[in-house]
């Protein structure tokens, strides 16, 4: 098992920043692949960015040059660090990692809300 905690959500205004983190249970060097989805009321939950331990990083079209995705193995923790925000980056912002055996797991979610 694998517990996944999130942090660094909030309101903010459009055009600001944010930081999310998610810390891991276990070292991240184990875990095969990290990343951040979302999910605003009425529609499905949807990729952020993912980062995979090979190095590779893949982003969601409409976040694609506004957010990074990045990880620190010493602090078994992955950031999704997100700028020049839009209201509709509204969403509860999901932590999800993926096991080299195939097991996946979802931190507790994190509201990000931008509004003026």
């Known amino acids: 098992q694998v517990q996944l905690v999130e942090s660094g959500g909030g309101l903010v205004q459009p055009g600001g920043s944010l930081r999310l983190s998610c810390t891991t249970s276990?070292?991240?060097?184990?875990?095969?692949?990290m990343g951040w989805y979302r999910q605003a009321p009425g529609k499905l939950r949807e990729l952020v960015a993912a980062?995979?331990?090979?190095?590779?990083?893949n982003y969601g079209d409409s976040v694609k040059g506004r957010f990074a995705i990045s990880t620190d193995n010493a602090l078994n923790t992955v950031f999704l660090q997100m700028n020049t925000l839009k209201p509709e980056d509204t969403a509860v912002y999901y932590c999800?990692?993926?096991?080299?055996?195939?097991?996946?797991?979802w931190g507790q979610g994190t509201q990000v809300t931008v509004s003026e």
């Open positions: 276990r070292s991240i060097i184990g875990i095969r692949r």
């Open positions: 980062a995979t331990r090979d190095g590779s990083t």
């Open positions: 999800n990692g993926v096991m080299w055996s195939g097991n996946e797991y």
